[in-house]
């Protein structure tokens, strides 16, 4: 006889058992679901952080450095050497920094400078080579020391014209590559090599170690979007200047040890040369452009007690140019003596750009128009 207990539990509904291996995993798909929810609100979060970053710098000027068109920029500038000067051709612009805003028109042949017209009779023209002090980086064009030397000398002698082939990064090798790209246009009688110690050994020897002739025609795709982000992210460049602030070593320019000199030295020795044989009978004159711990003492003195230097080193690099010019009979100017002119650097030197004000380009132009040797005979 069954037990009431027992009648009671037959009469419970009895629903067929669940086989485990098909449960449902719920509560997994809902951690799955909150963790897929997460990273979208922290993609959002960060979008809308950037988005707002960049419509500020926007808003606020900040002027990503480098140089504009039509608004358009920072755009990538060309590989100089082979194709000409390091600037988009025939392009009239602006160059930004966080220190200036100046005008920038640039020529057929990528130089900030005229465009070059058929050569007069009896006309003799100067090219003077060199970097972005040369190019004038910071100054208006009229500042520049080549066009003040250019201004004086036709003043005394209207039948001498002097062309600026500057171009940033660009040492010895990179500018005799520059000048053979474009001598037969210009038509140069002689050349005034701006040598600037304060990275044109590493220039020099950078120049050799890579394949700039390969660069000029094979662009990665890192390369794309890098350039893509430069021209239309100021986020991007904002983050990627204030990196390099931050975390870059610094390095005075133009003081060597004299192993390090004599490890850099073969490259510009084999520029040099390279630059004579290119010119063959057309005269050569080199003028140095010294580094700042070169002409201002007082940051020689930081430089040398943080840096552990010594008095002899100092002048290195130019004693070494300077013999080199020596002995193969080139003339030699030296510009130190004329940067020394400045009462202190924040007079002629920028900030945070570190290239020559306005001031410091009017010295070296008065140096060279106080040079006997600039006196040339109508032809």
Not at 258 to 270: A, G, H, I, K, V
């Amino acid at each position: 006889m069954d037990t009431a207990g027992e009648i009671l539990n037959r009469a419970k509904p009895r629903w067929p058992r669940k086989d485990p291996s098909r449960a449902l995993p719920t509560l997994p798909r809902r951690t799955f679901k909150i963790q897929i929810f997460r990273l979208l609100t922290v993609l959002l979060g960060i979008t809308v952080a950037c988005t707002i970053a960049e419509i500020t710098l926007r808003l606020v000027g900040w002027p990503a450095p480098g140089l504009y068109v039509a608004r358009h920029g920072p755009l990538k500038l060309r590989t100089p050497g082979y194709l000409g000067g390091a600037y988009p051709p025939n392009v009239r612009g602006s160059l930004r920094h966080y220190d200036y805003d100046v005008e920038w028109i640039v020529n057929s042949h990528g130089f900030r400078d005229r465009e070059i017209v058929p050569k007069r009779r009896g006309e003799w023209r100067i090219g003077i080579l060199g970097d972005s002090f040369t190019a004038g980086i910071g100054v208006r064009q009229e500042e520049r020391f080549a066009d003040i030397f250019a201004a004086g000398t036709q003043r005394l002698q209207p039948h001498i014209t002097v062309w600026n082939l500057g171009a940033p990064s660009c040492g010895t090798a990179c500018e005799a590559e520059m000048l053979k790209r474009v001598d037969q246009d210009y038509q140069l009688d002689e050349i005034v090599l701006a040598f600037y110690g304060g990275n044109d050994l590493q220039d020099n020897s950078s120049w050799y170690s890579s394949n700039p002739e390969r660069a000029v025609s094979q662009t990665s795709p890192v390369d794309k979007v890098q350039d893509w982000l430069r021209e239309h992210s100021r986020l991007s460049t904002f983050l990627w200047v204030n990196g390099i602030r931050a975390w870059a070593t610094f390095e005075p320019p133009g003081i060597y040890s004299q192993p390090e000199l004599d490890r850099f030295w073969p490259d510009t020795d084999r520029s040099l040369q390279g630059l004579v044989d290119i010119l063959g009978s057309k005269k050569l004159t080199i003028l140095y452009l010294p580094a700042e711990p070169e002409w201002s003492d007082v940051v020689w003195q930081e430089i040398r007690s943080r840096y552990h230097f010594v008095d002899g080193e100092r002048h290195l690099v130019k004693r070494a140019v300077a013999d080199w010019s020596n002995g193969h009979r080139i003339e030699f100017i030296d510009a130190t003596d004329w940067l020394r002119k400045c009462d202190s650097s924040a007079a002629c030197i920028f900030p945070v750009d570190g290239h020559w004000k306005a001031l410091g380009h009017s010295f070296v132009a008065q140096g060279l128009l106080s040079q006997a040797t600039w006196s040339r005979p109508s032809k």
